[in-house]
């Protein structure tokens, strides 16, 4: 039969397979170690608490629960350095020989396009748009354009 650490009293066999000391207050307070607990993957919809333990630890260091959509303040990036889009980086470079076609393929994707106007309709400016999606005001009022013109068969 298992004891208690503190007071010496016997444990219940079940409470003796998790804790080393019983139930009495002045146990309890004595022997007890609170848990640190972090929220992770908050959105809008729901939060996810875990224990802080050395395996949580170990996965927060790597990234895991980090969303990339994030500004570079909880990425941890430094507020110096910028990432550049794919769509802003890459060039559009015509094949060799031929000129550039006036449907030529836009520099942004549908989703950058489909969340600029969500954006638009809630009021926000193209400046306001274009920092958020990291693309520069031209390429936001292009996308802005191209989504109100009626699509060409």
């Not at 110096?80 to 769509?87: D, E, F, L, M, N």
């Given at each position: 039969?298992?004891?208690?650490?503190?007071?010496?009293?016997?444990l219940h066999p079940e409470r003796a397979e998790k804790y080393d000391y019983c139930t009495r207050r002045e146990c309890?307070?004595?022997?007890?170690?609170?848990l640190t607990v972090v929220s992770v993957g908050v959105n809008k919809a729901a939060d996810q608490y875990l224990i802080l333990d050395d395996r949580t630890k170990g996965d927060l260091a790597a990234g895991k629960y980090q969303d990339q959509r994030k500004s570079g303040s909880v990425t941890g990036e430094r507020s110096?350095?910028?990432?550049?889009?794919?769509?802003r980086a890459a060039k559009r470079v015509p094949r060799s020989g031929a000129s550039p076609s006036p449907r030529a393929r836009?520099?942004?994707?549908?989703?950058?396009?489909d969340l600029a106007v969500i954006y638009n309709a809630r009021g926000m400016?193209?400046?306001?748009?274009?920092?958020?999606?990291?693309?520069?005001?031209?390429?936001v009022?292009?996308?802005l354009l191209a989504a109100k013109s009626p699509a060409k068969p």
């Open positions: 039969m298992a004891h208690c650490v503190t007071c010496g009293n016997e309890r307070e004595q022997n007890a170690k609170p110096g350095s910028k990432r550049v889009p794919a769509a836009p520099i942004w994707s549908r989703s950058q396009q400016s193209p400046e306001e748009i274009a920092g958020t999606l990291g693309l520069s005001r031209s390429v009022t292009q996308m």
